[in-house]
């Protein structure tokens, strides 16, 4: 690092890299239950172990001191144990390498230094070692590889700034990232995963640890990607594409999917910091309804409990919440309430939490065995340890104080963990708990060795708090509402928080910038696995112009969390307050959503089943196209709806790339061929919206809330082109779904000499939808009609 006026140099340690490969062997079959699938090789005193987990799927492991660590019980990733058995591969040994093979990659371990690359079947280099290879100072283990001509980045979870990371430092460490801006590095998620994309070839690394971590790419030493935690020993997995979509099946498959949501969770949210009363909630709800804004879901912030004592109500301003929420589920809205994981310090008080949890032993201590304590909403407060199962048990057990007065989802906060050293308001420094701090264990473990498998320090397991926090909320909520499925936000997370949770991008700001960002922050989390995101609408802190908010619901129209919110001391931010045409192009937007509903349903079940990200970049679809590599600002809703947002005041015009095929607006019909760039116009009251020949979109008619009326009429808006789409069904709330409760439906469109066919392939599986008709809409050509009997049929336009 330079030397900088004023500041001394400083003098790194070295690095010791690792020794010659000396000997090679394979695991013991009947030891261990990979069979053979496990490399181990000796290098010294450090160890090196290369697992075959599937055919494009490597794990790499090296211990310094030759000893691998056991997996921990919060591990996010898949046993090996669990991963199929018949993957066929070879080995080969000479004196200079180590060859393995797939049927999909080779890997060559050179013995000297023991360096890995490895290469697709057409022979292209990826994830290929530097000299330095591996290596380990004091307190610290190191991975080096080369970035290869033209590769790009992507993922690393929650960043800001633009889509592609290329020369930048991402640090790994969840912090309450307030005010963040693009030169932001740690943020309120920590996910060490990246994809890396070149023409005709991705692949993805996870980095395998809880510690703290960081990717330098190419910023210390261009071309020269570095992988560095603070853990014992290295661990990461090399996942070959070829292309992002064939990473993140196998990411989501090592890492977890996400849950189906209920439908109700995909329309628009409102919340504000705070709707501090029930009379406020009830006029609040009353003005979406008489002015025909659809809204599903209001959020309760903060001020709903009693002194911002967690799981209680204010019995001034909330004092029948039971009624409350009823009278709102009347009207079609479902609750949600945040929960942080601050507990108050209130000794002798008759705190329910506070009491249980002390005498549980459930809060994290230090390590002296002192309760640790911080100051957050309620003041002075302790903090439940969330590694513990016992705890998760408990905490999601008092959830039961929430769901029986109806609160549907729950949203959770603060949780990185963000904690001051002195009340707010005073002045403090953000603090987390000491490094030190035991965690994990509990229960029959709770008496064990700081040094057993159970056990940890904050050190290891500080950025798993939020996603441990989101976890112990979903579980209890599963157990709580039975059959009903639940929705859980959360602002912070670790790698496979997508598995109990969506997540939000935090206090984002009333900027133009935090607008135009907000596409690559959402486009990398998915690229991620984390595909239900969300920021707010309008920026949380300060206070957004007409145009602003107008432009801001425009694009939150396509993000996966639609929720608008803002911040106490900022102006209101709901839909009528900026004036009639800005609450028309809000009306107007959040009904096309509900229009799009059986379309965006389809593509969360895709997300479940697949990890597919909902909204994604260009490149998740044109990865050959290097034009797209950079491109932030245009992004696609599935795979065959583009949008080109507007995200500067004062802009009604934008230039559009369209990558190789036909296209057509959305709006009037007109095509174009691409690959081509275009001069889309933009009114304030428009959003360029563009759909790739072939798009086959299921519609609904406008509903105030998803399930204000049963799907009596269905409307496919089909284009000229080839494809198919499978639309997905269910009832949208239940978990009979994984019953067989559930339809799918095939459409393949195509053409002949004379017409263009939409061939409907017979309904599938145990759900039948309530009798509908269904309008076939060719754009730009007609329309056909039928009355829904799940039979195969064919149109001919």
Not at 25 to 49: M, T, Y
Not at 591 to 619: D, S
Not at 646 to 672: A, C, K, M, N, Q
Request: charged share 25%; glycine share 8%.
């Amino acid at each position: 690092m330079p030397q900088y006026f004023g500041k001394l140099p400083t003098t790194d340690q070295p690095w010791t890299t690792i020794d010659r490969v000396q000997s090679v062997s394979k695991s013991d079959a009947a030891k261990q239950p990979l069979r053979d699938r496990i490399i181990h090789l000796e290098c010294g005193d450090a160890h090196v172990s290369i697992t075959i987990l599937a055919s494009n799927l490597l794990r790499v492991r090296m211990s310094p001191i030759g000893e691998f660590q056991p997996r921990r019980p919060w591990a996010v990733t898949l046993d090996d144990a669990e991963w199929a058995e018949d993957v066929p591969f070879e080995v080969n040994a000479t004196d200079s390498v180590v060859e393995i093979e797939t049927d999909q990659i080779r890997a060559i371990v050179h013995k000297e230094k023991c360096r890995i690359t490895c290469f697709d079947k057409e022979g292209r280099p990826f994830a290929r070692d530097t000299e330095m290879g591996m290596g380990w100072r004091l307190g610290a283990v190191a991975a080096w590889k080369h970035i290869e001509v033209d590769e790009h980045f992507y993922g690393f979870g929650e960043r800001t700034g633009l889509l592609d990371k290329l020369s930048e430092v991402k640090t790994n460490w969840t912090v309450d990232a307030l005010d963040y801006s693009t030169q932001t590095d740690e943020m309120y998620q920590s996910i060490p995963f990246f994809i890396a994309l070149r023409p005709q070839l991705a692949y993805g690394i996870f980095f395998n640890t809880t510690f703290w971590s960081q990717f330098d790419l190419g910023a210390e030493a261009p071309g020269t990607l570095k992988m560095e935690t603070r853990g014992g020993e290295l661990d990461y997995y090399i996942i070959y594409g070829p292309e992002p979509g064939d990473i993140l099946r196998t990411y989501t498959q090592l890492t977890g999917r996400m849950p189906l949501p209920p439908k109700w969770s995909i329309g628009y949210h409102q919340c504000r910091w705070s709707y501090e009363s029930e009379t406020i909630v009830r006029e609040l709800a009353q003005e979406f309804r008489s002015r025909q804004i659809p809204c599903d879901v209001i959020h309760l912030d903060i001020d709903y409990m009693r002194g911002y004592r967690v799981f209680t109500w204010s019995p001034n301003r909330f004092s029948d919440p039971a009624k409350l929420i009823a009278d709102l589920g009347q009207n079609g809205f479902k609750t949600v309430s945040i929960i942080d994981p601050g507990v108050k310090y209130e000794p002798e008080a008759n705190y329910h939490v506070f009491d249980q949890g002390v005498k549980n032993d459930y809060f994290v201590r230090k390590v002296d065995g002192r309760l640790f304590h911080g100051y957050v909403w309620p003041e002075k407060s302790v903090f439940p340890d969330f590694l513990r199962s016992d705890v998760r048990q408990w905490w999601g057990d008092l959830h039961k104080s929430l769901t029986d007065v109806g609160v549907a989802g729950i949203w959770n906060d603060m949780n990185e963990p963000a904690i001051d050293d002195r009340p707010f308001g005073d002045g403090g420094n953000k603090i987390w708990f000491p490094l030190d701090a035991p965690q994990g264990g509990g229960g029959e473990n709770s008496t064990l060795s700081p040094l057993s498998p159970h056990r940890a320090t904050h050190a290891e397991v500080h950025n798993l708090y939020g996603l441990s926090m989101a976890r112990a909320s979903a579980e209890g909520l599963q157990r709580l509402r039975s059959n009903e499925r639940s929705f859980v936000l959360t602002r912070s997370g670790f790698a496979g928080v997508q598995r109990w949770s969506s997540v939000w991008m935090g206090d984002n700001q009333s900027l133009w910038d935090h607008l135009e960002m907000s596409l690559p922050m959402l486009c990398n989390m998915g690229l991620s696995g984390v595909a239900f995101v969300g920021c707010d609408i309008g920026g949380f802190a300060g206070n957004a112009t007409a145009e602003m908010f107008a432009r801001w619901m425009q694009v939150g129209m396509l993000y996966p969390l639609m929720r608008g919110h803002s911040a106490m001391s900022t102006a209101r931010h709901e839909p009528w307050i900026f004036g009639e045409r800005t609450e028309k192009i809000s009306r107007e937007y959040i009904n096309l959503r509900y229009q799009l509903l059986p379309y965006l349903y389809t593509l969360f079940w895709e997300a479940a089943a697949t990890g597919t990200p909902i909204l994604r970049p260009l490149l998740y679809h044109y990865p050959n196209d290097p034009k797209t590599y950079t491109l932030y600002d245009q992004v696609f809703l599935g795979s065959h709806l583009m949008a080109a947002p507007i995200y500067r005041p004062g802009v009604e015009h934008r230039s559009v790339y369209l990558p190789e095929g036909t296209w057509y607006d959305w709006w009037t019909g007109e095509s174009h061929h691409g690959p081509v760039h275009i001069l889309a116009h933009a009114p304030l009251e428009i959003m360029p919206l563009y759909v790739r020949a072939g798009a086959i979109i299921p519609m609904q008619p406008v509903m105030q809330y998803v399930d204000e009326h049963p799907l009596n009429q269905l409307r496919l808006r089909v284009w000229h082109g080839t494809n198919e789409f499978t639309f997905y069904e269910d009832d949208g709330h239940s978990f009979e779904f994984q019953k067989g409760a559930f339809a799918t439906t095939n459409y393949r469109i195509f053409a002949d000499a004379e017409h263009t066919i939409l061939e409907i392939g017979e309904r599938k599986r145990e759900w039948t939808p309530p009798s509908r008709e269904v309008i076939v809409e060719l754009v730009g050509v007609g329309e056909q009609q039928f009355q829904d009997d799940g039979k195969s049929r064919t149109l001919k336009f």
